[in-house]
């Protein structure tokens, strides 16, 4: 893993927290996006050295949706900038890693992205965040 790249966030309506991050707290706005993929409406945030994502859920049925409904608000994921994704994930496999697919999926900004299960590591939903050739783009 190189670092954390960022903190992902369940919110349930970004336009209402957007405020919060950008005037109470002084953070910089790098972009917002829809990953239709992952059902979510993300707003990328720049903290420093780490981004914080906040999702918003799109629809009923993605991963964001189900988490509001059971947790509320809150900490969702945290997210490790990789090279070389296939290789990570193999390697993790071959640990004892659950990963949540076998193959990378688009995320936001054109990273590959893939999950571990929260059930292999020790409660934490962490995701891999691949972003190739792009590594200062905002995500
Ligand atoms: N962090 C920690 N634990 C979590 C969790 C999270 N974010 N989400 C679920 N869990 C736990 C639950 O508490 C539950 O534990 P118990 O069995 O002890 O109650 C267990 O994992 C199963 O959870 P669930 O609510 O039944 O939910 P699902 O199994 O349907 O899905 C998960 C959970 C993690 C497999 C699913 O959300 C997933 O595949 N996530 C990966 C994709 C994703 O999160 N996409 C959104 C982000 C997209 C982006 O960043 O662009």
Known sequence: MKKVDHIGIAIKDLNNALPYYIETLGLKLLGIEEVKSQKVKVAFIDAGNCKIELLEPIGEDGAIAKFLEKRGEGIHHIAFGVSDIRTRMQELKEKGVQMLQDE????????????????????????LCDKGDKPNGHL
Request: aromatic share 12%.
């Open 104 to 127: 990378p999926k688009p995320g936001a900004g054109g990273a590959q992205v893939a999950f571990m299960h929260p059930k292999s590591s020790f409660g934490v939903l962490y995701e």
